[in-house]
């Protein structure tokens, strides 16, 4: 593969998913010192080069790489399987839901348990249980009112309006 | 940084053989990539949203803060060698920050391996104290911003071996007396078999220099901060009691053989010119042995304890004022601990103490 400023045989190769989509630069040594990679595998250096187009020449888009957009990602971050089995570490912290299998893989051995019985951060778990009601009266005021419904839809409507007034009022 | 923190002078505090606990607590923001994985502008965004919450807190007043970027190489390393930042975060550079409470007893690492690594450090043993402070800082971080929190899986850190408290909890321990009885391996054996990692500070993997070890706990998920405090508290406290004894085994068995230990680290400390810091440490190791067993003055081991913190490479480069090659940081190293003994007499067996030694009548760690 040739570098994609010079076209010289390039050294470096940085991979990252972007929006879903992998993005891929290739780089002779050269080039890649100029623009500041020195550690390759650094994401930040990714980000650099992919991230704003402030590179000249980096294509916007690159064709997937098949390898990697085999695997599952998160919907959240973009974190692939893949890189959870190369570097054992998460992209976010919704990974641990999209990845909850092998999460629970990961973590078998490695603690005393699987379950948390420690710390719980103040109003976190009230606030959590709030967001969840929401989603479930935000859900079932949709179909009250595709049946016309519409009694049960302004119980609903008033509830729902309750609970965001006391998420407003706690949420940081 | 001038001073030397609260922690290093082991003042109030027995610590003849625990010098520090220290507890760490990882935590990130919802809904935002870890720092390893963040973009640079998302990287930027929580340190403008997270330093100014940090700096804002009463502990922090007088603090010390600063941008990673902002450092130098020597100042980052400073921090390194008084535990105040790993090395890891020394390493990053833009996006990253340092806030230090004013006696260096806080720190807090933003954009680390996770976005907040917030740490206690206290002397001797007192990790649940260590904890209580840490725990009420993280409170109020915790009012001013949202965590990643799961509620089966606890606070959701980068690495999974982080997950649930979040929490590292170790202590430093000067086992001298373990090592010249050549007990330490059964012990450290005993301590893994527990579920807790033992480790050499000042060097690399396991290996120990000054006969120093920290214990921490492996696991952080399952098990309350409270469980796991208590457990480690009371082998690290079993431990130290094994040290006691061993020293005044020592002392029963061999008084001669100590004391010309202790007086040949006194004697190359007192007499060299050029040393490095791997001889400086294991020779300040039995110097600090000598105080706590009467040979030496009692004000020994402080002494070493800040000894032991100001030979080292940055530290040595900033008393300096300069950048120095590692032939010149010998001498000048050499220089200081001659300087700082320069008024201890020499190691005198006639006035040994007895050390006072509990017997171990309930060996939790197996070891007879």
Same mark, same amino acid.
């Given at each position: 593969?040739?570098?994609?400023?010079?076209?010289?045989?390039?050294?470096?190769?940085?991979?990252?998913?972007?929006?879903?989509?992998?993005?891929?630069?290739?780089?002779?040594?050269?080039?890649?010192?100029?623009?500041?990679?020195?550690?390759?595998?650094?994401?930040?250096?990714?980000?650099?080069?992919?991230?704003?187009?402030?590179?000249?020449?980096?294509?916007?888009?690159?064709?997937?790489?098949?390898?990697?957009?085999?695997?599952?990602?998160?919907?959240?971050?973009?974190?692939?399987?893949?890189?959870?089995?190369?570097?054992?570490?998460?992209?976010?912290?919704?990974?641990?839901?999209?990845?909850?299998?092998?999460?629970?893989?990961?973590?078998?051995?490695?603690?005393?348990?699987?379950?948390?019985?420690?710390?719980?951060?103040?109003?976190?778990?009230?606030?959590?249980?709030?967001?969840?009601?929401?989603?479930?009266?935000?859900?079932?005021?949709?179909?009250?009112?595709?049946?016309?419904?519409?009694?049960?839809?302004?119980?609903?409507?008033?509830?729902?309006?309750?609970?965001?007034?006391?998420?407003?009022?706690?949420?940081? | 940084?001038?001073?030397?923190?609260?922690?290093?002078?082991?003042?109030?505090?027995?610590?003849?053989?625990?010098?520090?606990?220290?507890?760490?607590?990882?935590?990130?923001?919802?809904?935002?990539?870890?720092?390893?994985?963040?973009?640079?502008?998302?990287?930027?965004?929580?340190?403008?949203?997270?330093?100014?919450?940090?700096?804002?807190?009463?502990?922090?007043?007088?603090?010390?803060?600063?941008?990673?970027?902002?450092?130098?190489?020597?100042?980052?390393?400073?921090?390194?060698?008084?535990?105040?930042?790993?090395?890891?975060?020394?390493?990053?550079?833009?996006?990253?920050?340092?806030?230090?409470?004013?006696?260096?007893?806080?720190?807090?690492?933003?954009?680390?391996?996770?976005? =907040?690594?917030?740490?206690?450090?206290?002397?001797?043993?007192?990790?649940?104290? #260590?904890? +209580?402070? *840490?725990? /009420?800082? $993280?409170?109020?971080?915790?009012?001013?911003?949202?965590?990643?929190?799961?509620?089966?899986?606890?606070?959701?850190?980068?690495?999974?071996?982080?997950?649930?408290?979040?929490?590292?909890?170790?202590?430093?321990?000067?086992?001298?007396?373990?090592?010249?009885?050549?007990?330490?391996?059964?012990?450290?054996?005993?301590?893994?078999?527990?579920?807790?990692?033992?480790?050499?500070?000042?060097?690399?993997?396991?290996?120990?220099?000054?006969?120093?070890?920290?214990?921490?706990?492996?696991?952080?998920?399952?098990?309350?901060?409270?469980?796991?405090?208590?457990? =480690?508290?009371?082998?690290?406290?079993?431990?130290?009691?094994?040290?006691?004894? #061993?020293? +005044?085994? *020592?002392? /029963?068995? $061999?008084?001669?053989?100590?004391?010309?230990?202790?007086?040949?680290?006194?004697?190359?400390?007192?007499?060299?010119?050029?040393?490095?810091?791997?001889?400086?440490?294991?020779?300040?190791?039995?110097?600090?042995?000598?105080?706590?067993?009467?040979?030496?003055?009692?004000?020994?081991?402080?002494?070493?304890?800040?000894?032991?913190?100001?030979?080292?490479?940055?530290?040595?480069?900033?008393?300096?004022?300069?950048?120095?090659?590692?032939?010149?940081?010998?001498?000048?190293?050499?220089?200081?601990?001659?300087?700082?003994?320069?008024?201890?007499?020499?190691?005198?067996?006639?006035?040994?103490?007895?050390?006072?030694?509990?017997?171990?009548?309930?060996?939790?760690?197996?070891?007879?």
């Amino acid at each position: 593969m040739d570098c994609d400023k010079c076209g010289k045989p390039a050294k470096v190769h940085l991979t990252q998913l972007v929006g879903g989509q992998v993005k891929k630069v290739a780089l002779c040594n050269e080039c890649a010192a100029q623009s500041g990679v020195t550690d390759p595998t650094g994401f930040a250096l990714a980000d650099m080069l992919l991230g704003d187009g402030t590179v000249g020449k980096t294509p916007s888009v690159l064709p997937p790489k098949p390898s990697v957009s085999k695997g599952r990602s998160c919907p959240e971050c973009g974190f692939t399987l893949e890189d959870l089995k190369r570097i054992r570490r998460f992209g976010c912290g919704n990974c641990y839901v999209a990845f909850r299998d092998e999460v629970n893989d990961m973590i078998r051995g490695m603690h005393k348990g699987a379950t948390h019985c420690g710390k719980v951060p103040d109003g976190l778990m009230e606030m959590r249980q709030r967001k969840l009601r929401l989603t479930e009266l935000r859900e079932r005021l949709d179909h009250a009112i595709s049946a016309e419904n519409y009694e049960e839809a302004a119980g609903l409507r008033d509830e729902i309006r309750q609970i965001e007034v006391a998420l407003e009022e706690t949420e940081p | 940084m001038k001073h030397p923190a609260d922690w290093m002078t082991g003042k109030g505090a027995d610590n003849a053989v625990v010098l520090t606990s220290r507890i760490r607590l990882a935590r990130n923001l919802a809904n935002v990539p870890f720092p390893g994985w963040a973009k640079k502008g998302q990287r930027q965004e929580v340190l403008e949203e997270l330093l100014p919450c940090v700096e804002a807190l009463d502990c922090m007043k007088d603090g010390f803060s600063k941008p990673l970027e902002s450092l130098s190489s020597v100042q980052k390393q400073v921090m390194v060698e008084r535990h105040l930042i790993s090395r890891e975060h020394a390493a990053r550079g833009e996006g990253s920050a340092v806030v230090i409470e004013r006696r260096q007893s806080i720190s807090v690492m933003i954009n680390e391996e996770d976005h =907040l690594r917030m740490q206690s450090i206290r002397p001797g043993l007192d990790l649940t104290a #260590a904890y +209580e402070t *840490l725990s /009420e800082f $993280d409170d109020e971080v915790a009012g001013a911003v949202e965590y990643a929190f799961d509620p089966a899986l606890g606070y959701l850190t980068t690495c999974p071996t982080n997950l649930g408290t979040g929490m590292r909890a170790s202590s430093m321990l000067h086992l001298p007396a373990l090592v010249i009885s050549d007990q330490i391996g059964q012990v450290l054996q005993a301590v893994n078999k527990i579920g807790l990692a033992v480790r050499g500070i000042f060097g690399e993997g396991t290996e120990s220099l000054g006969n120093l070890f920290q214990i921490s706990n492996q696991s952080t998920l399952g098990e309350s901060e409270a469980t796991i405090l208590r457990r =480690l508290e009371r082998v690290i406290a079993q431990v130290a009691k094994h040290e006691r004894n #061993a020293r +005044e085994k *020592l002392l /029963e068995d $061999d008084p001669d053989m100590v004391c010309d230990k202790i007086g040949r680290g006194y004697g190359v400390l007192k007499h060299a010119w050029i040393i490095d810091s791997k001889e400086a440490l294991n020779h300040l190791s039995l110097l600090r042995l000598g105080g706590d067993l009467g040979f030496l003055p009692g004000e020994t081991v402080a002494l070493c304890d800040e000894l032991l913190m100001e030979i080292q490479p940055a530290h040595l480069q900033v008393h300096n004022g300069s950048k120095l090659s590692p032939e010149e940081r010998d001498a000048i190293r050499a220089e200081i601990i001659r300087s700082r003994l320069q008024t201890l007499q020499p190691p005198d067996i006639r006035f040994i103490k007895k050390t006072g030694g509990e017997d171990d009548t309930s060996p939790d760690l197996g070891i007879a």
